[in-house]
């Protein structure tokens, strides 16, 4: 079986714009990670899934002349994207890898900390992954990542929905969509649900977790819109739903009220392998 990270979204300029935005409603989520973490100055650290960068900016920021950030990720179009916004990046030792983050290669040598954000849910049985990844470093590794859950959070739309609540249609039709484009491509949709239970069955110390979901608001809905845009041809060759349909739902998106409820969340894990 395959465990190829492939990423199911785009790489395009375009999809980074989209990842931009999402970077801008994970901040605090993000921060409250590398808290967890603990980021010294002098960390080597391995971030997997880098795409364009934003995780990597963040991480930067807390690392001195003596870090290193080794960037990873096999989609060439947004490794390009990050290099050019953090290749002149100093005093830090920034290093752009080019590899699939689910082969777990030399680059993980001597790591101090391994995290990412929104990349395991990328590769098919992430658990093994998750697994592999503890036994491969040294112990005392810290390891963190943030991961989604596109789940959970459609039990409370689809009561909403039931009740009445016919403006909250859109939500539940995006949700669906992502899960199906998901399942199809034989990856997790809610694999941050499982993500300190995986962890701590892989032997890791010190499990820490946290929850964050994402109410509706604007950065959220720009989100769902750009995603429409970003694999709408996909969707439809897929049979999930027609270009027509991606279209008419991103009018409805636009007239969903503010402060309506998440319709996904991420989950925060930190741990010492």
């Not at 980074?16 to 801008?24: C, N, S, V």
């Amino acid at each position: 079986m395959s465990q190829s990270s492939e990423y199911v979204l785009g790489s395009s300029a375009e999809a980074a714009r989209r990842l931009e935005i999402q970077d801008r409603h994970f901040a605090a989520a993000s921060e409250q990670l590398l808290d967890f973490l603990k980021l010294r100055p002098t960390d080597r650290v391995v971030e997997l899934g880098c795409g364009p960068g934003m995780f990597s900016r963040r991480i930067l920021k807390r690392l001195g002349a003596g870090g290193t950030l080794v960037a990873v990720d096999s989609a060439p179009g947004l490794l390009d994207q990050a290099k050019a916004m953090l290749g002149n990046t100093a005093p830090v030792n920034y290093q752009p890898t080019l590899a699939d983050a689910a082969q777990l290669g030399e680059w993980l040598d001597g790591a101090d900390v391994v995290c990412g954000r929104a990349v395991l849910h990328h590769i098919p049985m992430a658990e093994f992954t998750i697994g592999r990844l503890c036994g491969r470093v040294r112990p005392g590794t810290r390891l963190g990542f943030m991961e989604p859950d596109f789940r959970a959070p459609l039990a409370r739309v689809a009561h909403l929905e039931a009740a009445g609540h016919k403006e909250l249609e859109p939500l539940r039709v995006w949700a669906t969509v992502i899960n199906e484009l998901y399942l199809i491509r034989r990856i997790s949709p809610c694999v941050g649900a499982t993500l300190a239970t995986a962890f701590t069955d892989a032997g890791c110390r010190s499990v820490q977790a946290a929850y964050a979901e994402f109410p509706c608001n604007d950065l959220v809905i720009d989100n769902m819109i750009m995603f429409y845009d970003e694999v709408g041809e996909t969707l439809a060759k897929l049979g999930i739903i027609a270009r027509a349909e991606c279209t008419r739902q991103q009018g409805l998106l636009k007239k969903v009220p503010p402060g309506s409820p998440a319709v996904w969340g991420v989950h925060l894990v930190s741990c010492e392998a």
